[in-house]
């Protein structure tokens, strides 16, 4: 499991959802995040090469962002 981060309902990246393995055997969690849609690195590759040819990519290019507090921290 993964957090993922979006602009516009595009992902861009991942953070692992968890640091602490506990969390993946939990049956709620897994639950919740069974409904949820499944990424495969390949549509995250290709949403965020879409993101950089329109100089879109909020890691690599400086945009005004709404909420810049929910960006990833490096």
Known sequence: MVL??????IPFTFDD???DYYYYFDRELFELASKERRWEPE????????????????LIFELELEN????PVD
Do not use: K, V, W
């Open 4 to 9: 993922m981060y979006f602009i516009n309902n």
């Open 17 to 19: 959802a968890f640091e």
């Open 43 to 58: 549509d995250l590759y290709r949403a965020s090469s879409y993101l950089i040819q329109e100089e879109c990519h909020p």
């Open 68 to 71: 810049p507090e929910c960006m």
